[in-house]
Every structure is written in C-alpha cells, then in structure tokens.
Nanobody
Framework: VQLVESGGGLVQPGGSLRLSCAAS????????MSWYHQAPGKERGLVAR????????NYGDSVKGRFTISRDNAKNTVYLQMNSLKPEDTAVYYC????????????WGQGTQVTVSS
C-alpha cells in the first residue's frame, strides 16, 4: 500500500496550492479519502473528506469556502485545491484512505509540508 503526497511548498498569504495524493496497492474506489493537517505542537486534524464516488464531501470549519477536495478514481488520485491560504494553514498535510466502520482498513501517506508566509 502506498499513498504519495505531492504539491506542497512555500506560498504567500492569499496564494493557492494544489496537493495530490497518488494511491496504489489497494482498491482505491472502495475507500473514502481524506486530507488531514498537523502543525507543530498540535494534534492532527481533518481538513476534508470525500466519499468513494465523490458525491459527498466534508470540510473542517477553518477551510470551508477556501479548500476543495476531489478525486479521480481512474487515476487513483485525490486532490486538495487550497485557495486564499493563510499563515495558520501552515502544517504538514497527510493523505488518508479509510473504509467507514473498518478501522483496520486505514492507510496514511508520509505527508507534504505547506508553509504560508510572506
């Protein structure tokens, strides 16, 4: 099983980034996909989640209206479009694959750093 995040980097406040998470080694179409973030000294928190067919999405309160999660089941990839970035969005962003109600079926990527600073 592999989840490989990419697209992180340094961006100025108000800027945009698009994160990607390429999945392999498991049936991607059967897994809900999520993005989490973790800043230094803070707990990992949910940024956004998308269900298996992309019809249902959920967002953390701090990113609603600014971030958009999407998935391409043909490419086994989930995306996070981040707009109007703020310094408080600075964190490591992790991709997660999970089956609802099956905690043993949960996989994590290695994370990608997003830094929002002028």
């Amino acid at each position: 099983v592999q989840l490989v995040e990419s697209g992180g980097g340094l961006v100025q406040p108000g800027g945009s980034l698009r994160l990607s998470c390429a999945a392999s080694g498991f049936p991607f179409r059967s897994y809900d996909m999520s993005w989490y973030h973790q800043a230094p000294g803070k707990e990992r928190g949910l940024v956004a989640r998308i269900n298996i067919n992309g019809g249902i999405t959920n967002y953390g309160d701090s990113v609603k209206g600014r971030f958009t999660i999407s998935r391409d089941n043909a490419k086994n990839t989930v995306y996070l479009q981040m707009n109007s970035l703020k310094p408080e969005d600075t964190a490591v962003y992790y991709c997660n694959a999970a089956v609802v109600g099956r905690p043993s079926f949960s996989y994590w990527g290695q994370g990608t750093q997003v830094t929002v600073s002028s």
